[in-house]
């Protein structure tokens, strides 16, 4: 018999930026931890000298800090270089999304963790198990990350908000907008979470699985009907008493009703198969209730008539905080917003038209996922 040489072939895994990164986060990592132990626990040292010529202390914090920085800069250059690198250090290559790449998670798990098979795995660069553990490294930073430049835009631009020419107190203005924000995150968030949640109900073959979206958001319906009573109630206490125009709660509540539970159908299907995306939907939901004219006055910070606000109508949302607005302190019916009213309908129908061809086609495979 011949025997037969593999032919071997030197392949580029590693670039220099991705290996100098390794290096300068191995070495933050250790300065950090010597530096944070002696300020946790500062050694006792006597000595005879100025106290200016004994600053060692303030020393070891400078060094903690800078080093922090040079940690959190080097995260954010290997961030970049997840999009601009070779094919073995782009995101792409650490999110799961294709078949071959969980069929390979689980082979590592057989080989390297459970131990049932002997035949080893080859990769080049990481494993696709190695590479889903670097990827949950990095998302655990990203929702922190998010909030922070969120709030930074906020506190530094959004809270100079004045309500005087509305005539009501902040609190009000405030209120009347995250009331139906609350409904609008919550019934979302269950919707999306809600085959997982009830996951047991799903295999069974005779059992209507739509419906279980729906039970979510009518679920959070009723805790959205007591915060519009307690809103009520602050209005009557500041001297605001219902009318008529309040029958337009009941208009908006179904509009928020609608367009989740289209949102829902497609969100609660992909979330079946991708079960990180309520960790996206929370990061989009925290950035979206400052986006949305919530906490601050649209139309006093930016001007109804500029681009931006017409940029910022497009968002659904936008549509019903300002219609609770109308019926609880501007006074103005829904009709009289027809083309705001035109576009939101069509944005909704379609979203609901779009969700539920989403779930009908992502159906078959829920009880083997599940």
């Known amino acids: 018999m011949k025997s037969r040489k593999k032919r071997l072939r030197e392949v580029y895994v590693w670039e ?13 990592i250790v300065i950090l931890c010597v530096t944070g132990f002696i300020i946790a626990d500062p050694p006792a040292i006597m000595s005879a000298s100025e106290a200016y010529f004994s600053y060692w202390f303030g020393v070891v914090r400078f060094i903690h800090f800078v080093t922090a920085f040079v940690f959190f800069f080097n995260f954010v250059f290997r961030l970049y270089w997840g999009f601009v690198g070779n094919r073995y250090a782009r995101w792409n290559n650490f999110i799961p999304l294709k078949k071959s790449q969980w069929k390979e998670v689980l082979e590592v798990i057989k080989v390297d ?25 990095f998302w655990a930073f990203v929702q922190p990350v998010v909030t922070i430049l969120v709030y930074w835009f906020v506190f530094s631009v959004g809270f100079r908000s004045n309500t005087d020419e509305l005539g009501v107190p902040f609190v009000l203005y405030l209120v009347a907008g995250i009331v139906p924000w609350f409904f609008f995150s919550d019934a979302l968030s269950g919707g999306t979470n809600s085959l997982l949640e009830y996951n047991y109900l799903v295999k069974k073959v005779v059992f209507n699985i739509s419906v279980l ?12 009907g007591f915060f519009v009573l307690l809103a009520i109630i602050l209005y009557i206490c500041n001297g605001r008493f219902p009318d008529w125009y309040y029958l337009q709660i009941l208009y908006y509540s179904a509009c928020v009703f609608f367009l989740v539970l289209g949102l829902c159908y497609a969100t609660s299907a992909i979330a079946v198969l991708f079960r990180d995306l309520n960790q996206i939907i929370g990061i989009g939901l925290q950035v979206g209730v400052w ?12 001007g109804a008539n500029s681009l931006l606000y017409k940029i910022l109508q497009l968002n659904p949302v936008f ?52």
């Open 213 to 224: 979206p729906v039970v979510k958001i009518i679920s959070a319906l009723f805790v959205h």
């Open 113 to 137: 963790i459970l131990m049932i098979k002997n035949k080893p795995v080859d990769s080049i660069g990481h494993n696709a198990l190695a590479s889903l553990i670097y990827f949950g490294t």
């Open 319 to 370: 549509y019903i905080v300002s219609g609770y607005r109308d019926a609880f302190i501007i006074k103005r019916w829904f009709f009289e917003r027809p083309v705001w009213t035109l576009y939101f309908w069509i944005f909704a129908i379609c979203c609901f038209l779009f969700g539920n061809w989403i779930f009908k086609r992502l159906r078959v495979h829920f009880a083997d996922v599940l």
């Open 291 to 302: 986006l949305t004219p919530i906490m601050w006055v649209s139309e006093s910070m930016i």
């Open 16 to 28: 220099l930026p991705v290996r100098i990164y390794h290096w300068v986060n191995a070495l933050c």
